[in-house]
T-cell receptor, first 117, second 119 residues
Framework: GAVVSQHPSWVICKSGTSVKIECRSL??????MFWYRQFPKQSLMLMAT?????????EQGVEKDKFLINHASLTLSTLTVTSAHPEDSSFYIC?????????????FGPGTRLLVL | AQTVTQSQPEMSVQEAETVTLSCTYD???????LFWYKQPPSRQMILVIR??????QNATENRFSVNFQKAAKSFSLKISDSQLGDAAMYFC????????????????FGQGTILTVHP
């Protein structure tokens, strides 16, 4: 149980284009999902908290107009990197928190490697 | 704000031996959760073990166990009978249980410890 999928796993795009990453909780409902960014051999950096049916909460320094988050259902959140630039190249990871789990344990997707040329 | 510190950037262990990874945290809260996650080369984050702060008993999951010292704000992970598949980066994480706090629900991660397992 508690499986989170993420798609795509790899994406290469040209500078100036937009990329959408999907995060799905496969066997549980998740009102809250999280989006992280990770650089090699570093810790995870929280970008935003995604809440079903409401606006995402962004961490300080994260451009909300650049990283658009939509959480339209209890099993799906999407992150769109708009007008991507080479500096947006990174590893993006989502996580989901099962609604019925009082500990709030986050289960993570396998991540998406984004390369912007 | 809470902070989590992993003071060992890298650790190594011989296969079948035991290794302990350190984690300390700083908080003024009394109710919270602590987690250890593993990130192997595939970069998939995997939950290893979790501990509720109100529970005095240390959590165990097969070969993985924790030494939770609430007063000392210490949460170390012990891996017994280490296996090659245990090689990964390990992250300690803190989550507030205070529903009214601004950081509620968020995980605060440590810097990570890279564990190498030698055959």
């Amino acid at each position: 149980g508690a499986v989170v999928s993420q798609h795509p796993s790899w994406v290469i795009c040209k500078s100036g284009t937009s990329v959408k990453i999907e995060c799905r909780s496969l066997d549980f409902q998740a009102t809250t999902m999280f989006w992280y960014r990770q650089f090699p051999k570093q810790s995870l950096m929280l970008m935003a908290t995604s809440n079903e049916g409401s606006k995402a909460t962004y961490e300080q320094g994260v451009e909300k107009d650049k990283f658009l988050i939509n959480h339209a259902s209890l099993t799906l959140s999407t992150l769109t990197v708009t007008s991507a630039h080479p500096e947006d190249s990174s590893f993006y990871i989502c996580s989901a928190r099962e609604n019925r789990d009082s500990s709030g344990t986050q289960y993570f997707g396998p991540g998406t490697r984004l390369l912007v040329l | 704000a809470q902070t989590v510190t992993q003071s060992q950037p890298e650790m190594s262990v011989q296969e079948a031996e035991t290794v302990t990874l350190s984690c300390t945290y700083d908080t003024s809260e009394s109710d919270y959760y602590l987690f250890w996650y593993k990130q192997p080369p595939s970069r998939q984050m995997i939950l290893v073990i979790r501990q509720e702060a109100y529970k005095q008993q240390n959590a165990t999951e097969n070969r993985f166990s924790v030494n939770f010292q609430k007063a000392a704000k210490s949460f170390s992970l012990k891996i017994s009978d280490s296996q090659l598949g245990d090689a990964a980066m390990y992250f300690c994480a803190y989550r507030s249980a205070n529903a009214g706090g601004t950081s509620y629900g968020k995980l605060t991660f440590g810097q990570g410890t890279i564990l190498t397992v030698h055959p």
